[in-house]
Nanobody
Framework: VQLQASGGGLVRPGDSLRLSCAASGGTYSAFNMGWFRQAPGKERELVATINWRGTDPSYADSVKGRFTISKDIAVDAADLQMSGLKPEDTAVYYC???????????????????WGQGTQVTVSS
């Protein structure tokens, strides 16, 4: 299974951007999916997650109210709608996917067995 992320780019503060991620190379797997990000010199951090049904989303405090994760129950794909972007949102964003129980382990990078290649988001004036 491969995760293909797209939608990154260079935007100005306050702009919006939508990231998309789709799984390929396998049958439908009912993946729980999410996004992590890593900025230069900083640790990787969870941005948002959602279960395979497209419900029960979780967000990092730093993006609550600005980012929205969504997923269609019928496909292994997820989007991250980002609005009110700030320079501190600049990072490489990684799509992730995992099968299994969607509990507190959703917050752990180790839970996700599949990782995309990353897409750069740069917020700068």
């Amino acid at each position: 299974v491969q995760l293909q992320a797209s939608g990154g780019g260079l935007v100005r503060p306050g702009d919006s951007l939508r990231l998309s991620c789709a799984a390929s190379g396998g049958t439908y797997s009912a993946f729980n999916m999410g996004w992590f990000r890593q900025a230069p010199g900083k640790e990787r951090e969870l941005v948002a997650t959602i279960n395979w049904r497209g419900t029960d989303p979780s967000y990092a405090d730093s993006v609550k109210g600005r980012f929205t994760i969504s997923k269609d129950i019928a496909v292994d794909a997820a989007d991250l709608q980002m609005s009110g972007l700030k320079p501190e949102d600049t990072a490489v964003y990684y799509c992730v996917a995992a099968r299994g129980p969607y509990g507190t382990n959703r917050y752990l990078a180790e839970y996700y067995e599949h990782w995309g290649q990353g897409t750069q988001v740069t917020v700068s004036s």
